[in-house]
DNA sequence: TGCTCATATAATAATATTCGAATATATCAT
DNA sequence: ATGATATATTCGAATATTATTATATGAGCA
């Protein structure tokens, strides 16, 4: 017996990956990856309102996608795991693959129309 | 100059994403990861509608997940790029592997509550 | 041409997601 | 305890996504 190829698995697995179909968690990953950082300094770098912000940390950590540790009133959000980053990245190859391709169809068209 | 850390380049990349966040796109992508399926024999492995698995399809497509062949009537469809199951592999061990964790915990958790 | 099968698209209703405003909690210093 | 700072939660309105029904396209065959 096992879960993969289940409606629940599917049903978990779109789960997880709700976390990625957002541009904000996205940076805010990105921000993440090479270390940790206060949701205050997360959101000076990013300019997200707090409200906000803290309604995407709380989407990552229900996901467990990411792990937390208070310092005093500041709490420091981390990635908890790094599997998180490579499939992300793979994803990120992929698409500056196809803007690469993309850029250059659109510059070829360009040539095309001046003659 | 390069797109990525860009607000556009976050965009595209949630939406690439969007399309994991859906249980039966998972389910296509999972049936197609072997080798090129017809619509309907999709539609006859999985059991959605005709129309909306058409739709699902459609969404698969505008992200270039998937490639066509027409052969008569049929159209078969198969998976355009490799990475796409990969990066959804190793989501699905974060996933698999948080799943038994959390069962060994729910089991100990009853264990507890017999005493 | 007209008919049938396979697939795609459009329109709509139901549902889910996002964001902002207001409010709540938690920690520290006085 | 009071106030200040950092973070979290709740609620509601705007928006986006999904599934259903109906309709359209496109290929093959009589």
Redesign the interface.
Known sequence: MT???T?L??????E???V????????II?LLRDGEHSVQQLGEMTGIPQANLSQHLAILRQQ?MVETRRDGTCVYYSIA?R??V???D???????E??KVEGRMAAELAVEMKK
């Open positions: 879960i993969k190829g409606d698995y599917y049903q978990l697995h779109s997880l990956c709700h990625f179909t957002s541009p904000k968690r996205l940076e990105d467990k795991d599997r998180l490579k499939a992300l793979l994803v990120k190859k992929m698409l500056v196809r803007i």
